[in-house]
């Protein structure tokens, strides 16, 4: 009976978990580009690593922390205009290369010897080295708090200050893609996603459209990047093509080109992934190892996004009229 | 898509993109040069997976070990200062795989005697000490190879300890990098390593071609494919012990195989369905992360890199350029399958009929040409044919993990996106570029960014020339 209670925290914790609120704003970028306009984005992990150098090394420069926060959404962005010039003229794939060739080349670049200097190289940079002004800002006291049957410390690396940013810097990206979203604005991005051509033939720039949808996304993937390496460490590996995978089945599950799609599919996703796996660990312990209990959850990944997009390509709260798959 | 395309490209923007492309030309190498690693202080060095170690040895007649000979070891970006001692080689950590040269100064060697030579080169690999020897005699130089340096040498393909999704670099081999500049000797021996490269990379990614080519799908688990060929080659010859002669063909039927089984069980009804291309695409995602998993899962290979072939490679130089006998092989069997590739696509019926496909489905169709059926036979001959390839790649590369696929499936886009999304022939001229300048890039950047310069090509081709280099401009738009 504990085990079950362990493993059912274990899950309820996931749902508000710092690396949760990560996932569902890289989600919700991802949204932009791919539910909202259409375009294959396949290398988020790529802005959302950015983001967290952009947030780690300015701080350690000694940037105040909003310094910082505007530096790594600099970085998102940034990188949205070089990958977009290129290929955004281009068919839908040609992006979707690029974007995860791109996400790779920064990876490589950061674990490299070359830049090890600033990017602290394969082992990354530590927690220690660039959170100080962030946890400076918490209006919380010290000591600990428990919410029913969560407890963490007030202010740290897993503490309550950091799901709070989390999910508050989470809660203001939802209104302001609602904002968008339903302005004229945003209209045409939709309008993009279903034919090109007719919005083409309106007058409309279909280039300078896409390039700053591909500006919003990327700079809310940098985001979401600075809140996934507050509670750890900034490793290159860390954000590698797996990420970028997750955050698509997280947005997929949840509903593409829904407002709170993004946001119900990373909290589903990771409370179940996680209930799976300590359910499988306490169940069948020392049946399987706890190896075997990831590469299986992973493998449960892949198959239940083939699942997904087949069979229901619109996600939980999506609108099958409304899907960006027909485009080109 | 529409004709108003090129009006609608403004003047500024094109030379915008030729500017940044410029740019970013300029800048990279810049960029590299920076940042030499400070290594001031030598601790004796423990290899292990992220750390590999350069060996000073100085030996003297009686194989004893002289103290206090000083010398140089440098590399791409990083130099340190060793004196030997009399207790045994010592060694130093480097900051990354590749070439190193050892130097030794003359002046420090004892009155009377004399080094044979003083500068070796070896090559730093993940997990082990590349050791330089020298002996000192008294008189003249001894013959060069009564020393022949004890080291794991450009001949040997490396093992490299490839840590998970690290992206450690496959085989970091031959790569004599030189702060001295770059002999032809070298240039030769990374051109020879990039062919072998090259023709093993064109016979994975024609597959991605012609699977594009027919469907219009680019598939993301192609890479995956190519982890499986190695995985069961590895399977075949040392857990069922399959001889090699038939582990290869046993390879390439069984992950053909697969193809027939997957365009059976899903690729076929979804197209039936008339599931869009994108919605597949992201099938292939999926597909690929079940793979990466489960090859995790089979017992003899989880995390770990292993070896396909249980013997030590055996060094044989042709042409000038010394590669492992087995590399030598596996370029023999490229070269004959991709020959075949050429006259089947171009010679047979079936062939000719999928390059109609490639060109237009609908209009084939007319004809009288089954589409689906040509498809299927297309699923089997990629895999197939990446099969066979990850499992000559795992040959001549030494060694191979879970990763292989992930790492290859990048450069395997950059070379068919290069040569021309969807043309076969294009994949394999792009194979070809791509494999050299993965291996060349060695002789003037640090080996952990060589797959990164493959990447850069990639975006720069589609700044310049996006339909690739045999590719028609119509299918780009």
């Avoid at chain 2, 590399?327 to 047979?348: P, Y």
């Avoid at chain 2, 493959?454 to 119509?474: F, H, N, S, Y």
């Amino acid at each position: 009976m504990d085990e079950l209670t362990r493993v059912l925290t274990q899950a309820l914790a996931e749902l508000i978990a710092p690396t949760t609120a990560a996932y569902a704003l890289a989600a919700i970028g991802l949204n932009l580009h791919f539910g909202y306009t259409g375009l294959l984005n396949m290398g988020q992990a790529g802005f959302m690593l950015l983001g967290a150098y952009g947030f780690g090394i300015a701080t350690i420069a000694g940037a105040p922390f909003w310094l910082a926060f505007l530096i790594a959404m600099a970085a998102g962005a940034l990188f949205a205009l070089i990958l977009g010039l290129p290929t955004l003229t281009l068919r839908g794939d040609y992006l979707a290369i690029v974007t995860i060739s791109a996400a790779e080349i920064i990876r490589m670049l950061g674990r490299s010897t070359v830049f090890q200097e600033w990017t602290g190289g394969a082992s990354g940079l530590k927690g220690n080295q660039f959170k100080e002004t962030f946890q400076a800002l918490s209006p919380l006291p010290d000591g600990r708090m428990a919410l029913g049957p969560l407890e963490y410390i007030n202010t740290g690396s897993d503490s309550w200050w950091t799901r709070l940013f989390a999910w508050g810097l989470v809660l203001v990206a939802v209104l302001f893609v609602w904002l968008i979203t339903r302005s004229p604005w945003g209209r045409v991005l939709r309008g993009i996603r279903e034919d090109e051509d007719a919005v083409r033939a309106l007058g409309k720039s279909v280039f300078s459209y896409k390039m700053q949808a591909l500006v919003l996304g990327g700079v809310l993937g940098a985001l979401a990047g600075l809140v996934f390496v507050l509670p750890r460490s900034i490793a290159p590996d860390g954000l590698g093509r797996t990420v970028t995978f997750f955050v698509w089945t997280v947005m997929l599950l949840g509903g593409a080109a829904t407002l709170f799609g993004p946001v119900l599919g990373s909290m589903l996703f990771f409370a179940v992934y996680m209930l799976l796996r300590a359910g499988m660990r306490t169940g069948l312990e020392g049946v399987v190892s706890s190896t075997f209990v990831e590469q299986f959850g992973g493998l449960l990944v892949g198959v239940t996004l083939m699942i997904l997009v087949i069979f229901r390509p619109q996600g939980i709260l999506g609108n099958k009229r409304e899907l960006a798959f027909n485009v080109r | 898509m529409t004709a108003d395309r090129p009006t609608r490209a403004p003047a500024g923007r094109r030379l915008l993109a030729v500017l940044a492309a410029a740019l970013a030309t300029l800048v990279a190498p810049a960029a590299l040069a920076l940042a030499p690693a400070a290594a001031d202080v030598a601790p004796p060095c423990t290899p292990d997976d992220q750390t590999a170690c350069v060996a000073m040895i100085v030996l003297d007649a009686d194989n004893a070990f002289v103290p206090g000979v000083s010398g140089t070891i440098t590399g791409a970006d990083f130099e340190v200062d060793v004196t030997s001692t009399a207790d045994g080689p010592v060694s130093v950590a480097v900051p990354s795989v590749g070439g190193y040269t050892v130097a030794i100064d003359p002046a420090t060697v004892p009155e009377g005697m004399s080094p044979d030579v003083t500068e070796r080169q070896v090559t730093a690999q993940s997990g082990s000490t590349a050791r330089a020897a020298f002996r000192i005699a008294v008189g003249a130089a001894s013959t060069p190879s009564a020393s022949a340096s004890e080291s794991d040498d450009a001949s040997s393909p490396a093992a490299t300890g490839a840590a998970g999704d690290a992206g450690a670099p496959l085989g970091a081999e031959g790569g004599d990098v030189s702060a001295k500049g770059v002999s032809f000797g070298q240039f030769w021996q990374q051109f020879g390593s990039g062919i072998r490269f090259g023709l093993l990379l064109a016979l994975a990614s024609v597959g991605i071609s012609l699977i594009y080519g027919t469907t219009g799908m680019s598939s993301f688990s192609h890479g995956e494919q190519v982890t499986l060929g190695a995985v069961l080659g590895f399977l075949s010859i040392n857990v069922w012990n399959v001889p090699i002669v038939l582990a290869v063909p046993l390879v390439l039927a069984l992950c053909a195989g697969t193809g027939w089984l997957q365009d059976k069980m899903l690729w076929g009804p979804l197209r039936k369905r008339g599931t869009p291309v994108m919605q597949l695409m992201i099938v292939t995602i999926g597909l690929s992360m079940a793979m990466q998993y489960a090859i995790q899962m089979v017992p003899q290979i989880g995390g770990r890199s292993v070896r396909v072939l249980p013997q030590n490679p055996v060094p044989l130089k042709l042409l000038g350029i010394t590669l492992s006998t087995a590399s030598w092989m596996a370029m023999a069997v490229a070269v004959v399958v991709i020959l075949f590739i050429a006259w089947f696509l171009t010679r047979t019926r079936i062939g000719r009929a999928t390059r109609a496909v490639s060109d237009n489905p609908a209009l084939a169709a007319a004809t009288g040409i089954n589409p689906d059926t040509i498809i299927r036979i297309v699923w089997i001959m990629s895999t197939g044919f990446a099969g066979l390839a990850g499992m000559l790649i795992g040959m001549s590369f030494g060694s191979f993990n879970w990763a292989l696929g992930l790492q290859l499936l990048l450069l395997m886009f950059a070379a068919v996106t290069l040569g021309g999304l969807g043309t076969a022939f294009g994949a394999l001229a792009g194979s070809i570029i791509i494999g050299l300048v993965v291996e060349l890039s060695n002789l003037v950047m640090p080996s952990d960014l060589r797959y990164a310069s493959a990447l850069v090509i990639l975006i720069l081709v589609l700044l310049v020339r996006p339909q690739g280099l045999l590719g028609r401009r119509e299918r780009i738009g």
